[in-house]
C-alpha cells in the first residue's frame, strides 16, 4: 500500500497561486495514475485533475483547466498541483490519490482510486 502525504496548502487571497505537493512513501510499478481531489463542507468530493504516470498525460476537470497544473516527478515519488489565479469557489480540503486499476477511460473519477492522502486545506478569500 503507497502511503501518500499533501503538503503546501494555505490561505491565500483570490487571484494567488499555491502549489501543493503529494509525496508517496515508496515506488510502486503499480502506481498507474495520481489524482487530485477537493472536498469542501457540506459538498460532495469533486475531481480537480490527474495524470498518467507512465504516459505523463493530464486531464483536468473544467472547473480548473487553464488555471490549475498537474506535474510529477517520479525520481521524488511526488505529484504536483499547481493552482493559479485561485478564486474562492476554489477553497477546500485537496486530497492526493494513487490508483492501480487498470482502467480504458479517464483517470479522474474517484472511485478508481485505491490510495488516498490526508488532506491539506485550501482557503482562499476575497
Known amino acids: 500500500q503507497v502511503q501518500l502525504v499533501e503538503s503546501g496548502g494555505g490561505a491565500v487571497q483570490a487571484g494567488g497561486s499555491l502549489r501543493l505537493s503529494c509525496a508517496a512513501s515508496a515506488y510502486t510499478s503499480k502506481r498507474n495514475y495520481m489524482g487530485w481531489f477537493r472536498q469542501a463542507p457540506g459538498k460532495e468530493r469533486e475531481e480537480v485533475a490527474c495524470?498518467?504516470?507512465?504516459?505523463?498525460?493530464?486531464v483536468y476537470a473544467n472547473s480548473v483547466k487553464g488555471r490549475f497544473t498537474i506535474s510529477q516527478d517520479n525520481a521524488k515519488n511526488t505529484v504536483y498541483l499547481q493552482m493559479n489565479s485561485l478564486k474562492p469557489e476554489d477553497s477546500a480540503m485537496y486530497y492526493c490519490?494513487?490508483?492501480?486499476?487498470?482502467?480504458?477511460?479517464?483517470?479522474?473519477?474517484?472511485?478508481?482510486?485505491?490510495?488516498w492522502g490526508q488532506g491539506t486545506q485550501v482557503t482562499v478569500s476575497s
Open positions: 490519490a494513487a490508483g492501480e486499476r487498470d482502467i480504458s477511460g479517464s483517470c479522474l473519477p474517484g472511485w478508481i482510486y485505491n490510495n
Open positions: 495524470i498518467y504516470t507512465r504516459r505523463d498525460n493530464q
